[in-house]
């Protein structure tokens, strides 16, 4: 069906609001976060399309959130400087943990049966994090009750030593486990 110059010009105008209405609302926010389930799980070229846009119109700051199974994603947005920061969460101890004999604590708190390819993954990606060593990165890691302390204390001295090998300032959190 076609268009009146009328509806087209409503259109236009629409779109010219929309337009205004978005290049205002940025000058409001200093950050942009991705996150949800995991945002780097979309395929790599979407990944940086979506990416390369924001940065076109939007002149603040990019944070990925992220488990760090993505190493190579998070390698990418990285070095074509699509992201300021990244913030990855460090669920387990990775580093001493092992996949076969520990399958069941990986399936408690990530859900996952873990590969030794994956656990290479997650432990390259909170390295590159800690390296990167940007103000807008950090390490965390939720405090799930099932797990006792020394979980999260093996995960401290493991980001500690990673943070002293590169001289990297990046933060660690700990964060409390909150039922909704």
Known sequence: MKKSLLERLQYIRQVKTCSLIWRKAVSFFDAIMFSGGEFLISPLDEICELLQKVRRIFTG??????????????????????????????????????????????????????????VDNLLCSVEMVIAHNSILDQVRTVKYPILG????????????????????????????????
């Open 61 to 118: 700051k990019i944070i990925i959130t992220t488990s760090g199974i993505y190493q190579k994603k998070i390698e990418k947005v990285y070095s074509g400087n699509l992201t300021d920061g990244v913030h990855i969460d460090m669920k387990l101890p990775y580093h001493v943990l092992d996949v076969v004999e520990d399958k069941q604590i990986y399936q408690d708190i990530m859900g996952i049966t873990p590969t030794k390819k994956m």
């Open 149 to 180: 302390d020394a979980f999260f204390e093996e995960i401290r001295r493991y980001v500690d030593e990673l943070k002293a090998r590169y001289q990297s300032n990046v933060p660690y959190f700990l964060n409390e486990f909150l039922m909704a």
